[in-house]
């Protein structure tokens, strides 16, 4: 869809200059959506780098070739009538973005830990503070909890769209470490890794170890089977090693879910590292 738009603006010839300024922003709202609501981990991180590249110079060749048509037609009549789909475009996915937008900014108290993986390229899959970024949003306990994946140098989460074997994703068997100076509350081990996209909906968080830090427990999920190098009641540190990412329990592909709760209350505390909160396709790479 985004190549498409591309591709309508590079060859746009519209008679006047304020019909162009219409499909130029309907466009570009349409365009920034999609790029912000996209998995690019899947189509490729370097792909949204490009496509971006390719919008920007499809408006400017676009641009050039309206820069001596008039603002508005030379009869005197409205250019809205045959904008009308444009304008409502406008209006509808430019609200559609600000909301979007919104789930991204938006600020709650979050609390620093020290991020959860070592040694590669890693994305969040789904982060933020609304449905369309997290789907885990509408869950209290989880409301800000963060889906993790891994890419690979050309920027892809796997080989191939979704292979059935665990090893062909980059985060499988990447080591995960302890957010914080804390205790093991929790530490599950040797539930089977599945082959994608079978979950198991029975033991929602498969492998998984919860370390308590301070007044706040940080569940670290779907660890691979065999991997748990920690007991409940141990003693760790922050960026001491608790297991590998698997593919364990209601999963339907390798990734690592994290998520904070408040301690007295049971619900969902928002997460940041290095003092930044991730939301969808945030790239972090250690």
């Not at 709202?29 to 996209?38: E, F, P, Q, W």
């Not at 309206?66 to 509808?92: I, T």
């Not at 885990?136 to 989880?142: I, N």
């Not at 100076?181 to 079978?198: E, F, K, N, R, Y």
């Amino acid at each position: 869809m985004p190549l498409a738009f591309c591709w309508r603006l590079w060859r746009l010839d519209e008679p006047t200059r304020l019909g162009w300024l219409l499909v130029l922003a309907e466009s570009a709202v349409l365009v920034a959506l999609i790029m912000v609501v996209a998995r690019w981990d899947i189509a490729g991180m370097w792909s949204r780098i490009a496509l971006g590249g390719l919008f920007a110079a499809a408006a400017v060749v676009s641009a050039w070739r309206h820069l001596r048509k008039p603002w508005l037609p030379a009869d005197g009549s409205s250019v809205f009538p045959s904008h009308l789909p444009a304008f409502a475009s406008v209006l509808v996915f430019g609200a559609a973005l600000a909301y979007v937008a919104s789930g991204i900014v938006s600020r709650h108290d979050p609390r620093d830990f020290t991020f959860p993986l070592e040694q590669g390229h890693f994305v969040v899959a789904h982060g933020g503070t609304i449905g369309v970024l997290n789907h885990h949003s509408d869950h209290a306990a989880q409301r800000h909890a963060l889906d993790i994946t891994a890419v690979n140098e050309s920027g892809f989460r796997a080989s191939g769209f979704l292979p059935a074997d665990p090893a062909r994703y980059v985060i499988f068997g990447k080591t995960v470490v302890s957010p914080c100076d804390g205790t093991i509350l929790a530490a599950v081990d040797g539930l089977p890794d599945l082959a994608p996209p079978m979950s198991d909906r029975d033991n929602a968080a498969g492998n998984h170890v919860v370390v308590s830090c301070g007044d706040l427990n940080v569940e670290l999920a779907h660890l691979r089977k065999g991997s748990v190098t920690v007991a409940a009641g141990d003693k760790v540190v922050a960026g001491a090693p608790l297991g590998h990412v698997g593919n364990s329990g209601n999963s339907t592909e390798p990734h690592l879910h994290i998520h904070a709760i408040d301690s007295r209350s049971g619900t969902g505390v928002q997460m940041s590292f290095d003092d930044t909160v991730p939301v969808r396709n945030t790239l972090i790479t250690r």
